[in-house]
């Protein structure tokens, strides 16, 4: 999976993430497809992989999608579910991506890490 263009892994993963809530999937099969994500994820480069994967950021002149947008500030926003240690961890390697993120010269990306940055449920940073 390392060798595999990683915003195609990252869309395929999501994709998997969102059918199992439409059908009813296995628990170890949700768990999984979700470490698999967040190892994405923490991965050097990931939130770009992530960003990338959603939105297919390819040079496409088009607008912005604001309820992608909202997705992967929602993804990026809410680690995985488990110890504070493993919260923390996830913090530390996610937010220094969105900081670089900040000050890319592709609008959509900066929106992205800005709206990443405050979410819904409380600040990343």
């Known amino acids: ?3 595999t263009y990683q915003p195609l892994v990252v869309k395929s993963l999501l994709v998997l993430q ?3 809530k439409t059908f009813k999937a296995p628990k170890w099969f949700v768990k999984t497809v979700g ?3 967040t190892s994405r994820l923490v ?3 990931g939130v770009m992989a992530v960003v990338r994967g959603v939105l297919d950021l390819g040079g496409e002149g088009e607008g912005v999608d604001w309820k992608q947008v ?3 500030a929602e993804v ?3 680690p995985p579910q488990g110890r504070y240690h493993d919260t ?7 937010c220094p991506q969105l900081l670089d993120m900040l000050a890319s010269n592709e609008s959509p990306v900066a929106m992205i890490a800005c709206s990443s940055i405050k979410t819904d449920r ?4």
């Open 76 to 78: 990026l926003g809410n």
């Open 43 to 45: 991965a050097e480069g």
């Open 1 to 3: 999976m390392g060798k």
């Open 70 to 72: 909202n997705l992967v």
């Open 88 to 94: 923390e961890r996830y913090y530390s390697l996610v």
């Open 18 to 20: 969102s059918s199992s």
């Open 35 to 37: 470490q698999l994500l």
């Open 122 to 125: 409380k600040s990343v940073v």
